[in-house]
């Protein structure tokens, strides 16, 4: 049974489609505040560790996928990337994020699923292993009731975006500081699409977060994790 299977309409239409949004784990790409003080080839494996979670939840997930990596010379790539379990044998949508800042990408993304008429859109990145089923469940039934749902990082960030309206303007938040949280919840409200918010543990940037990635991972019994949180012990990164 999948572990985001719901009494809610959304999960039963299945119409809901879940969007991972990500680079390719290398070297010198990505993660620098992080390699400012772990070895770069421990980075470029805990990216890949980090993103085999991702996948792990797009697995799960009963509605449509939707892989979205940074570079249009990743999409074969992406395609070949383990998104569906072998049950579930739906095509995978794959789409490349383009040029400009976080924001214009998003921006750009959200109108190329609207028009695929996936109406229901959750973002999601893959640095936030933290994410548990019930993150998830408490995102979609929000989508009941409101417009814009935001899934709040501890340190300000977002670590789940979902819209059933579309977004405001993004490219000029403040993307990858503490303050965007409260600049996307402000935008939305803006234009007339109250976000709710609600807890959504906290994303990986820097090695101090990799302790408390460790304790939170300690028990979980889903597979990519429980291989993240042996890697993290076996190399006294915890």
Same mark, same amino acid.
């Given at each position: 049974?999948?572990?985001?299977? *719901?009494?809610? #309409? ?12 990500? =680079?390719?784990?290398?070297? =010198? ?9 772990? %070895? ?10 980090? *993103? ?10 009963? $509605? &449509? ?14 395609? #070949?990337?383990?998104?569906? =379990? #072998? %049950? ?21 993304? %959200? =109108? ?86 609600? &807890? $959504? $543990?906290?994303?990986? %940037? ?33």
């Amino acid at each position: 049974m999948s572990q985001f299977r *719901l009494n809610s #309409s959304i999960a039963q239409r299945r119409v809901c489609a879940l969007a991972l949004v990500f =680079r390719r784990p290398r070297e =010198r790409h990505g993660k620098r505040r992080l390699a400012a003080s772990v %070895d770069e080839r421990a980075v470029v494996e805990l990216c890949r560790l980090m *993103l085999d979670c991702a996948l792990e939840d797009l697995r799960a997930w009963r $509605g &449509p996928v939707v892989l979205v990596p940074e570079d249009r010379d990743d999409l074969d790539w992406a395609r #070949s990337l383990p998104a569906r =379990r #072998s %049950d579930r044998p739906a095509p995978v949508i794959v789409l490349a994020q383009g040029a400009g800042n976080l924001g214009r990408r998003l921006e750009r993304l %959200d =109108r190329a699923l609207d028009a695929k008429q996936l109406k229901r859109r959750i973002y999601i990145g893959s640095d936030a292993p933290v994410l548990k089923p019930r993150h998830y469940r408490r995102v979609i039934a929000g989508l009941g009731s409101y417009d814009t749902v935001l899934a709040a990082a501890r340190d300000g960030g977002v670590t789940m975006m979902a819209t059933r309206r579309g977004w405001p303007q993004l490219a000029g938040l403040p993307w990858g500081t503490q303050g965007l949280a409260h600049a996307l919840s402000a935008a939305c409200r803006k234009t007339g699409r109250p976000a709710l918010e609600l &807890p $959504g $543990g906290f994303d990986v %940037d820097r090695r101090s977060d990799l302790a408390p990635l460790a304790r939170a991972l300690r028990g979980d019994a889903r597979p990519a994790r429980r291989e993240l949180h042996h890697w993290l012990v076996l190399n006294r990164l915890a």
